[in-house]
């Protein structure tokens, strides 16, 4: 599903991802582990094909298209899907009139018909009711006022609805509380772990993966993985902490 290969990229002229190779199969879920500055989130929007981040060298293919000549909206057409670490707040725009602009534009990128409102919004029921969001939540503007649990749910909510073959997930876990960690690792499993899909799951933390289990694990530092196992990896990390490992 996703091939990166000796894959490098600058921001601001300064080289940050130094030869990475990854190859990510359909129904697998990975998990990139490292400490701060590796380069985790630089990985994301350069795969995300945010301005600013420029390859230098390199290739990755999703789904058996160069992933690097398309435009960020024909990534997510063909259903790439990025979670950030802090999701933004678009005041003056609902998160219904949002997720169905987003879902339908997908739709129109695909040649499928667009959604009428009625059809969204039970699509948009579903995926709220699953993650025990209020609907009027949903007709709020998007993430203002939300504490940074109910983003996180609210993001599963987003992921539910465009339901994309590969997620991208940065820190999704950073400053959740157990009980909603729980909830947003549920949502995971729950729209991701099926055999046509996978995730590429960021995490500097291992407790995330107690609720999603990954197939591999990949230590990220300086720009390249170092090291790649299974999950007892994460937890050798936890305790030994990541200098010992990536030296
Ligand atoms: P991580 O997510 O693993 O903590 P990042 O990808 O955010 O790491 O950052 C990797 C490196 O890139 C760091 O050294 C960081 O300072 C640098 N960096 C990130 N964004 C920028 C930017 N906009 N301009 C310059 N340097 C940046
Ligand atoms: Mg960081
Ligand atoms: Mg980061």
């Known amino acids: 599903m996703l ?27 990975h998990a990139i582990m490292g400490p701060n500055g590796a380069g985790k989130s630089t990985l994301a929007y350069t795969l995300g094909g945010r301005p600013g981040y420029d390859v230098t060298g390199g290739s ?13 909206h024909e990534r997510a057409a063909a259903g790439l899907f990025l979670g950030f670490q802090y999701p933004v707040e678009i005041p003056g725009v609902s998160n219904v009139q949002f997720l169905r ?27 709220a009711d699953a993650m025990g969001m209020d609907m009027d939540m949903l007709k709020r503007p998007v993430n203002v006022g939300f504490s940074g649990g109910e983003k996180k749910r609210n993001e599963m909510v987003q992921m539910g609805i465009i339901d994309p073959r590969l997620a991208i997930l940065d820190e999704t876990d950073s400053g959740l509380d157990i009980d909603a960690l729980r909830v947003v690792g549920e949502g995971i499993n729950r729209i991701m772990r099926t055999p046509d899909k996978a995730v590429l799951l960021i995490t500097h933390y291992q407790r995330l993966l107690d609720y999603v289990q990954p197939d591999f694990v990949h230590v990220l530092s300086a720009g390249r993985i170092v090291r790649s196992g299974g999950k007892e990896l994460a937890l050798e990390l936890e305790r030994e902490g990541y200098g010992a490992l990536a030296a």
């Open 101 to 127: 602009e987003a879902l339908n534009s997908q739709r129109r990128n695909r040649g499928e018909a667009p959604l009428s409102g009625g059809e969204f919004l039970k699509v948009a029921r579903a995926q």
């Open 60 to 72: 990755v293919d999703f789904a058996g298209q160069d992933l690097l000549e398309m435009e960020p």
């Open 3 to 29: 091939k990166i290969e000796n894959l490098h990229a600058e921001v601001d002229g300064k080289p940050i991802l130094k030869g990475l190779t990854l190859a990510i199969n359909p129904g697998e879920i």
